[in-house]
């Protein structure tokens, strides 16, 4: 069950400072399965960034051990094709960075949380939604 709280947002910000927009309804993402990228204490992946897939990064994601192209019908995830938003774990996605194959990202939907990890100018650097 999702805590109050954390639902649609529930007063968490995104890195931009700005309330926390949904990531994705279809495939239903984040750590609470709300859609956003909330976290809390218990999200031990920091599940924050609203990433866009991409075929580069879901090949490097599965050759780092996380395959996330298949489906886990008994945990209710579909497996991701290119295209999809999925709030990724903010270590990976700096991992995928640093390596040069980071996906694009969502900012007004990626939890300020994620800035203990990756720095505001990488964020910038990929995101969709940045003027």
Do not use: Y
Request: charged fraction near 20%.
């Amino acid at each position: 069950m999702i805590p109050e709280e954390f639902s649609r947002g529930g007063g968490q910000r995104n890195v931009l400072g700005g309330p926390l927009g949904i990531c994705s309804e279809r495939p239903l993402t984040g750590f609470f399965r709300d859609g956003c990228c909330n976290t809390a204490d218990d999200d031990a992946g920091r599940h924050t960034v609203c990433a866009v897939m991409t075929a580069d990064f879901l090949e490097f994601s599965k050759a780092a051990g996380n395959d996330l192209t298949t489906p886990h019908p008994e945990f209710g995830f579909p497996g991701l094709q290119p295209g999809d938003r999925w709030c990724l774990c903010a270590a990976r996605w700096r991992q995928a960075w640093e390596a040069g194959k980071a996906p694009r990202v969502v900012l007004n939907a990626t939890n300020e949380a994620t800035l203990d990890i990756v720095p505001l100018a990488a964020l910038k650097a990929h995101a969709i939604d940045l003027n």
